[in-house]
């Protein structure tokens, strides 16, 4: 996400993480820490019954804000945990939460249905796979001048280059959260098997065809139901796509390869490198490498022995405690890059209706800059969810029932180390920013304003057949043609076009 091309372009999803720390950020549902599923708040009024955008829960002074995230199973002390960080944002600066969590099966239905309907809100998280088009619909509200007049601590506090990351038509549109901003990514295996079957973790793994022998020694020595690679429809392989830049658009299927210094859109599951590891994938699943069930998996089992996740130093602390395995291995095989859409892949926007923009703001604000409110949101109630080691910068996490994704919610720069993971974990991600490579396209989002029809087409077509493609149960020799098809029918061509012409004024 931005308007300068330089290395330092911050604000990613490239996080996946921390799930409470973990969870993954520049595509759509990458869920990459750990995924356990909440069931979504019942629906409150469309607007056409209740034009307010929200209104206050109680009836103080002090309004409480909707605000709708992604996240896990909400667990019983929920309701609880809130109350504590709303007694004291209500004394600190005047405003109280009510966070909604959509599971990560249920996100995509969920927040689609909320701004095509109207329904009140004053927060959403949302990222680079739905942002530009929400801003299209006018979902959002234009912060441009506001947040630097209500919040410029918050205004300050994140980079320009940053902000521009999140621009569209040059007007500011949502939050980004200053975190890991460019995206590196990992593999990362349960110890055990890497000690059983003599996996070799030192840098010996770098591509998908590296993984075939690692994932058959492993179902060999284990057994018929026991799947190395076990997937979910949301995520299918995480990172799958990381060598093509979306531009933002949130359709895979249309990119430019990071490193093409002539910059040209290509449709992406054409390309030779994308169709081998499709046909990788494909064989894994008929193999019995992949969960039979992947394509309708909505939910990812605990203890998985291997996964691909967006990370950063450190991640595998939490992710140990999460998944409820003993050690895991985790190694990097692809980035630090910058693109537009890593500094997209974690974004939390006002709603255009909300009656209270400025007070959103404001809670967003001390998200960002008060480290106390920072650990609540990330790791739940004191003394139930996490215990504090050294004040607000080391705690000890007491369960993995927390639901919400610290990566959706503010920066990482103020939240607490968990216990086991380096003392230094976030200066360590500061340096993983610095080393970034970037994009070609960096800079570069695509105006959809004259393609809405084409690009909501576009992606009516790639929802209907991506979970069985991308976790490998359609063969892709015949349904990447017949998905090209459609798409080229969808406006595909349209959309590439368009493209490309403003790729080339942009970097004129």
Request: charged share 20%.
């Amino acid at each position: 996400m931005v308007t300068t091309r330089k290395k330092w372009l911050a604000m990613g999803a490239a996080a996946a993480l921390l799930t409470t720390a973990l969870a993954g950020c520049s595509n759509s549902n990458s869920n990459s820490g750990s995924e356990s599923s909440a069931p979504p708040s019942s629906s409150s009024p469309s607007a056409s019954s209740q034009p307010e955008a929200s209104k206050p829960v109680d009836s103080g002074e002090v309004p409480t804000l909707v605000w709708w995230t992604i996240g896990g199973v909400v667990p019983a002390n929920f309701d609880k945990a809130i109350a504590a960080m709303n007694e004291y944002t209500a004394e600190k600066i005047g405003v109280k939460i009510d966070i909604k969590v959509a599971s990560w099966g249920d996100w995509d239905t969920k927040i689609n249905t909320i701004v095509n309907t109207g329904e009140p809100f004053d927060i959403m998280f949302t990222n680079n796979s739905k942002y530009s088009q929400q801003v299209a619909m006018n979902a959002f509200a234009d912060i441009t001048d506001l947040v630097q007049s209500e919040t410029p601590d918050l205004y300050n506090f994140i980079p320009q280059k940053v902000w521009d990351g999140t621009k569209i038509g040059g007007k500011i549109y949502s939050v980004p959260t200053y975190k890991d901003s460019s995206l590196t990514q990992y593999w990362v295996f349960d110890d055990k098997y890497v000690q059983k079957y003599g996996i070799d973790v030192t840098g010996g793994i770098k591509t998908l065809k590296d993984l075939d022998k690692p994932f058959r020694d492993m179902k060999a020595g284990e057994g018929k139901s026991f799947y190395p690679l076990s997937l979910t429809q949301g995520d299918g392989f995480n990172g799958f796509f990381n060598g093509y830049d979306d531009m933002t658009l949130g359709l895979p299927p249309v990119g430019v390869k990071v490193d093409d210094a002539s910059r040209k859109v290509v449709s992406v599951l054409e390309q030779p490198d994308i169709m081998e590891g499709l046909k990788q994938l494909h064989q894994w699943y008929k193999d019995g490498i992949i969960n039979p069930d992947a394509p309708t998996k909505t939910e990812a089992d605990k203890g998985r022995p291997f996964f691909a996740a967006q990370a950063f130093p450190g991640a595998e602390a939490n992710w140990q405690i999460t998944e409820g395995v003993e050690k895991y291995d985790m190694f990097q095989i692809f980035g630090p890059i910058y693109t537009t859409s890593t500094i997209q892949g974690s974004l939390n926007a006002i709603s255009a209706n909300s009656k209270y923009k400025s007070e959103a703001l404001k809670y967003l604000q001390l998200v960002n800059t008060d480290p106390k409110l920072r650990n609540m949101l990330a790791f739940g109630e004191l003394g139930v969810d996490f215990d504090s080691v050294d004040g607000d910068k080391v705690i000890e996490r007491k369960t993995d029932t927390w639901p919400l994704a610290a990566y959706t919610q503010g920066t990482f720069f103020n939240l607490a180390v968990t216990k086991g993971a380096p003392v230094d974990q976030w200066e360590q991600v500061r340096k993983l920013n610095d080393q970034a490579t970037s994009s070609a396209n960096l800079g570069f989002a695509l105006d959809i304003s004259q393609l809405s029809t084409e690009v909501a087409n576009t992606k009516a077509v790639w929802d209907k057949y991506r979970y069985e493609l991308m976790t490998g149960a359609s063969d892709p020799e015949k349904m990447v043609p017949k998905i090209v098809e459609e798409l080229k029918a969808a406006g595909m061509d349209k959309i590439m076009s368009a493209a490309q012409e403003q790729i080339a004024a942009y970097f004129k």
